[in-house]
């Protein structure tokens, strides 16, 4: 049988890592893990050292158009095609340290976990624009010609956030507007991608809330967060292998699905 080949983005950390890990404990996987700094990517390095045939790394910057044409043409010469491309990379910027303390309608707790969109400069959204909406989609262009050549249902999947759903994310206790709303768009991108690409698997997913290095950057600026039960990178990580695997287009194309299979409002 032929190994299913995967492409993830940001796996050098965080649930990227973690996704590229249990993939590469299967037989029939091969890994391409992005990473933009590979030489300092050492968790990724010694993954791949353990499984030298299953995992290999690759250099991604988010956006940079130049990064994702030569990791391509290496694995058009590698394997020839993809089945599966995980954009997961994604930033959330510093919160800004002096917040003035804010209460929403649905949430009258005063926190400092909490960016609006007052306090956020331009150049803040334009960042995360670039590594959360740009990223998707300059990964999207150049893997789309391998993702044709898959001998199965070619899948396109996009780790969003719980925080880009415009019904239910404003008036959160804990936000950052910039991250939000470049969620948000990117969620309409996968949406946009499903219905242009007949025959492709797209949809972005919530990855659930995460012990991560993003996370504990929430935790540690608000108080109330310390006890919440965050889930560990390696749940985060079968939850999204098991829905993506059993994707189909008629089934979850074009949905907002989270990493326990469930639906979320847009
Ligand atoms: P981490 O901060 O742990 O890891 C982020 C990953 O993205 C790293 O590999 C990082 O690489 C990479 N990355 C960031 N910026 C760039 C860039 N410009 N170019 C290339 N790679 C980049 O975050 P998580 O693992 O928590 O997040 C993974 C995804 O899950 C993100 O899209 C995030 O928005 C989403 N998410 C996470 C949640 C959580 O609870 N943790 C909740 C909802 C969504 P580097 O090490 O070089 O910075």
């Given amino acids: 049988m032929s190994p299913t080949v995967y492409l993830i983005s940001g796996a050098n950390r965080g649930i990227g890592l973690a996704i590229t890990a249990a993939l590469a404990a299967r037989p029939d ?25 299953n995992v290999h ?12 044409k030569a990791a391509v043409d290496q694995i058009k010469k590698d394997v020839g095609r ?10 959330v910027f510093a919160l800004p340290s002096a917040s003035p303390p804010l209460t929403t309608e649905k949430n009258p707790g005063i926190n400092d976990a909490y960016a609006s969109i007052f306090d956020t400069t331009p150049d803040e959204v334009r960042e995360h624009f670039n590594v959360n909406v740009v990223g998707p989609q300059v990964l999207f262009r150049a893997t789309y010609p391998l993702l044709k050549a898959s001998t199965a249902a070619p899948k396109f999947v996009v780790i969003s956030s719980l925080s880009g759903s415009v019904a239910l994310g404003p008036g959160m206790h804990v936000l950052n507007g910039a991250y939000a709303v470049s969620k948000a768009a990117v969620n309409y991108l996968a949406r946009m991608l499903h219905f242009e690409n007949e025959g492709l698997v797209c949809f972005p997913m919530h990855p659930g809330l995460v012990e991560t290095d993003m996370m504990k950057a929430f935790v540690a600026k608000d108080d109330t967060l310390k006890d919440f039960p965050l889930i560990s990178t390696v749940d985060s990580a079968a939850g999204i292998i098991k829905v993506v695997a059993e994707s189909t287009r008629e089934k979850d194309g074009g949905e907002f699905v989270s990493y326990d299979g469930s639906r979320l409002e847009w």
Avoid: C, W, Y
Avoid at 29 to 53: C, D, H, I, K, Y
Avoid at 62 to 68: F, G, T, V, Y
Avoid at 85 to 90: F, L, R, S, Y
């Fill in 29 to 53: 996987t091969v890994v391409f893990a992005g990473a933009r700094n590979p030489s300092t990517a050492t968790e990724l390095q010694a993954l791949s050292r353990s499984m030298p045939s």
């Fill in 57 to 68: 790394i690759v250099k991604l910057a988010s956006a940079d158009e130049e990064d994702h």
């Fill in 82 to 91: 993809l089945d599966v491309v995980i954009a997961n990379a994604g930033q």
